[in-house]
């Protein structure tokens, strides 16, 4: 059997990856590359979509989704594998799609067709977001998806014990030096200081992820929180969804349920005090969040940004400027992390995904690759 990398080793974004059996071939992920718009799309041939029997989706995010429509353009006539959030999130319609939460819960086993079987779990991610293992004519592989054991709303099943011939493992911080655990205390220290100082804050966030997590800790300090309705439904989606959120975020429902909503009147109207305003615009582009941002500055607030900056947007701008402060959530795994996931299962080999650098380790079963390389197993 191999592995045969299409995206997503050694750059950040267009993941990737086509398994090939001598009876069939899967995709995991169709992802979009925007960092790099010369290369937007996965390292794949006519010939390799073709082969492709399903295309499993981990979650929602374009830089594990974005991909789709080319993939169809460029032949793929197999099914998808998504859970039935992550499929109400593309655009269009997927023909006779598999809804694995509909078929069977968290870690039970699914026979897909003779060729192979599948489990999956939830990656703590996002809404959606899965991890799976597959069962393929004699061969097991996981594939963790964006995975964190740490949010602060969104449920995970832990990856343990489990045994694997090969582990294409989430690594996007790299050799970051906080953990989710360490993280996620460095990061509530600071949002404690940030509410003494009772000033707004506003939060540019994705459309899904994180943004959920911030609405948690804010509520839980009994700070108010005004959304846009993007993030509004989400929040009410995972409350009326519990299989999906923590059970601290269910706890702070009712404050939840209380959340303004953002209107053109915001800006000039900002709660006095301190309050957690949160625009689904990550690189904050839109007209909107350019308001909120100058009414927060002059209120004496902060922009506080908390994942990834692409080059040349405004949010990376006003990060090396000093207008906005960067303090990053962890959302993703760190090198340490990988290790210890390793550790914690039966793992041959270790593909360290999602990550710019080339991760080394002692151990010998993490095998770094790179896009358009081929792994035997």
Same mark, same amino acid.
């Given at each position: ?75 793929? =006539? ?18 006779? +799609? ?23 779990? =939830? ?80 939060? +540019? ?55 303004? +909503? ?105 095998? +770094? ?9």
């Amino acid at each position: 059997m191999q592995c045969y990398v299409a995206g997503g080793c050694v750059e950040h974004g267009r993941n990737c990856f086509l398994i090939e059996g001598e009876k069939s071939a899967v995709l995991l992920d169709c992802g979009l590359m925007k960092e790099l718009p010369g290369v937007p799309f996965p390292h794949l041939s006519p010939e390799q979509v073709r082969k492709a029997d399903y295309l499993l989706l981990s979650h929602c995010h374009l830089d594990h989704t974005g991909a789709l429509l080319w993939l169809y353009e460029k032949g793929f =006539r197999g099914r998808v594998i998504a859970t039935a959030f992550t499929l109400d999130q593309i655009p269009g319609r997927i023909a006779d +799609p598999i809804v694995i939460d509909e078929i069977a819960g968290p870690e039970e086993w699914i026979t897909i067709d003779d060729s192979f079987r599948l489990k999956w779990g =939830r990656s703590g991610h996002c809404l959606g977001s899965v991890w799976f293992l597959l069962d393929m004519e004699g061969k097991r592989i996981l594939y963790s998806g964006d995975y964190t054991e740490r949010s602060a709303s969104y449920k995970a099943d832990k990856i343990r014990n489990l045994r694997a011939d090969l582990a294409i493992i989430d690594t996007a911080y790299g050799d970051y030096s906080l953990d989710g655990k360490r993280n996620r205390k460095a990061f509530a220290d600071i949002l404690d200081d940030l509410v003494e100082d009772e000033r707004p804050l506003l939060f +540019p966030v994705p459309n899904h992820g994180r943004g959920l997590d911030i609405m948690r800790l804010l509520a839980e300090r009994c700070v108010p929180v005004l959304a846009d309705a993007k993030l509004i439904r989400e929040a009410g989606w995972a409350l009326a969804h519990p299989v999906w959120a923590r059970k601290r975020f269910l706890a702070v429902a009712e404050h939840l349920q209380e959340m303004r +909503p953002i209107t053109d009147s915001t800006p000039d109207e900002l709660p006095s005090g301190a309050c957690g305003i949160l625009v689904a615009d990550t690189s904050m582009k839109k007209e909107m969040t350019g308001r909120l941002a100058r009414a927060v500055e002059a209120a004496g607030g902060k922009v506080v940004v908390t994942g990834k900056q692409l080059p040349g947007t405004r949010a990376r701008q006003m990060v090396e400027s000093g207008d906005a402060i960067f303090l990053r959530l962890s959302v993703h795994q760190n090198k340490e992390e990988l290790i210890r996931l390793v550790k914690k299962n039966r793992i041959t080999f270790a593909v360290p995904f999602h990550c710019r650098d080339e991760l080394m380790s002692s151990d010998r079963r993490v095998m +770094p690759m790179r896009t358009g390389d081929t792994l035997f197993f």
